[in-house]
T-cell receptor, first 108, second 115 residues
Framework: KNEVEQSPQNLTAQEGEFITINCSYS?????LHWLQQHPGGGIVSLFM???GKKKHGRLIATINIQEKHSSLHITASHPRDSAVYIC??????????FGKGTRLHILP | KAGVTQTPRYLIKTRGQQVTLSCSPI?????VSWYQQTPGQGLQFLFE???????NKGNFPGRFSGRQFSNSRSEMNVSTLELGDSALYLC??????????????FGPGTRLTVL
């Protein structure tokens, strides 16, 4: 079993829909990151969380440390949000472990 | 402020050769991390450097090595290349190391193909 699990693996939605991507982890962590990777490979760091909730524009990230779970939400989704979203955790040994990613496709 | 730059962007090598990839962090950033991304394994952590010292290393064989210079620029080297080393190699810089609370800024990556 992977130490960081994401669901769903693939998600197709219509423009305007509310999107939720989930990340569960099985190790103790000091921080959790959400990354966005567009076709062509460029990666952008969206959020870094150690507790609670963060919001940036239409993106919201939450983390529940007790349940070892984080969610990334996208409100009013747009085709430009189409990308791979990757959850990564920094464990107690300070190593970063990545989920396999969620491929999101927003249809116009 | 210029972003993280990586050179070269694309590279083709043959099995058994060795390769050196370069990463220039954002000005003022002292921490550089390297990652390998393949379709099968996804993103995997290679190593992290801070102030010329390797502070963390992932589970890769000794053929993978790196170093950081006094200007924070970093290089990674892969010796005796294998077909499975074909991947996108990404580097990321952050302001300081020794902390879990620093945002990382990624470079565009070097796509290595081993024939």
């Amino acid at each position: 079993k992977n130490e960081v699990e994401q669901s769903p693996q693939n998600l197709t939605a219509q423009e305007g829909e509310f999107i939720t991507i989930n990340c569960s982890y099985s190790v103790g962590i000091s921080a959790l990151h959400w990354l966005q990777q567009h076709p062509g490979g460029g990666i952008v760091s969206l959020f870094m969380l150690s507790s609670g909730k963060k919001k940036h524009g239409r993106l919201i990230a939450t983390i529940n440390i007790q349940e070892k779970h984080s969610s990334l939400h996208i409100t009013a989704s747009h085709p430009r949000d189409s990308a791979v979203y990757i959850c990564a955790v920094r464990n107690r040994d300070d190593k970063i472990i990545f989920g396999k990613g969620t491929r999101l496709h927003i249809l116009p | 402020k210029a972003g993280v730059t990586q050179t070269p962007r694309y590279l083709i090598k043959t099995r058994g050769q060795q390769v050196t990839l370069s990463c220039s962090p954002i000005s003022g950033h002292r921490s550089v991390s390297w990652y390998q991304q393949t379709p099968g394994q996804g993103l995997q952590f290679l190593f992290e450097y801070f102030s010329e010292t390797q502070r963390n290393k992932g589970n890769f064989p000794g053929r993978f090595s790196g170093r950081q210079f006094s200007n924070s620029r970093s290089e990674m080297n892969v010796s005796t290349l294998e077909l499975g080393d074909s991947a996108l190699y990404l580097c990321a810089s952050s302001l300081v190391g020794q902390s879990s609370y620093n945002e990382q800024f990624f470079g565009p990556g070097t796509r290595l193909t081993v024939l």
